[in-house]
């Protein structure tokens, strides 16, 4: 374990609803203190008191601020990863076109539910383990298109993981430029429109062709050359 992650590792894990309510009541909190005051007033205290519990009772799970803001980014990049999952359960087998509406819709929904927590989430992940974190729900992600599109009665794909980290792509180019505020005024109410437009063309690209018909015998048995 490298040094950053042994000092965002939580104390302990929740045993009991309790203890669960308890740790859940500081996951939004901290939200709630770091979007409306910003990272540099997200302080323990601030989080305790909001959360109405003593700040002793938070440090019995969290050893410091970072490792609980670590906590609550992790907790949203797993619901993005497993909202994409679900979906991708739900839709195998059907057309590429269903497939790519659905996967356009779950992204956008997880990701952008709240778009200040996002930003705000967005904004410290550097140096709370970020990276790791990320780099972990692609993996998900891409395993769970992957398995997706293998099931496209229409369509074939050579390499299914290459397309799916295509599709990620996509799906998360324009939202991070949305969530770094790269993009100009409006640009989110076209989003879900653009984006299904665009991943329906690019998986329908991989569609199977039809079967080459039989070439009629001549009645000789052999078969008539067509092609000339």
């Known amino acids: 374990m490298s040094a950053l992650a042994a000092t965002l590792k939580p104390r302990k894990s929740p ?14 909190a901290a939200i709630q203190v770091l979007t409306r005051e910003g990272l540099g007033r997200c302080t323990t205290t601030r989080i305790a008191e909001r959360a109405g519990i003593a700040v002793g009772s938070l440090y019995q799970y969290y050893p410091n601020r970072d490792a609980l803001l670590a906590a609550v980014l992790e907790k ?12 991708c359960k739900e839709h195998r087998g059907k057309p590429v076109s269903q497939m790519a509406s659905a996967l356009v ?18 904004a410290i992940a550097e140096g709370r383990g970020g990276v790791q974190l990320v780099a972990r729900l692609r993996t998900r ?41 790269h993009t100009p005024a ?29 070439k009629p015998a001549t009645t000789d048995g052999r078969r008539v050359d067509w092609s000339g």
């Open 15 to 28: 045993v009991q609803a309790r203890s669960a309510a308890t740790i859940e009541a500081l996951h939004v």
């Open 141 to 181: 992600i891409v395993s769970a298109i992957a398995a997706l599109l293998v099931s496209a009665p229409d369509a074939h794909f050579e390499d299914p993981l290459m397309t799916s980290t295509m599709v990620l792509s996509v799906l998360s180019g324009p939202v991070r430029a949305l969530l770094e505020g």
């Open 76 to 87: 949203h990049l797993d619901s993005v990863a497993g909202a994409v999952e679900h979906t």
């Open 186 to 214: 409006g640009f989110e109410t076209g989003l879900e429109g653009q984006l299904i437009v665009l991943l329906t063309a690019f998986l329908q690209t991989h569609q199977k062709r039809p079967a080459r018909a039989r």
């Open 105 to 122: 819709t779950a992204f956008l929904a997880a990701k952008l539910r709240n778009p200040r927590e996002s930003k705000a989430l967005y």
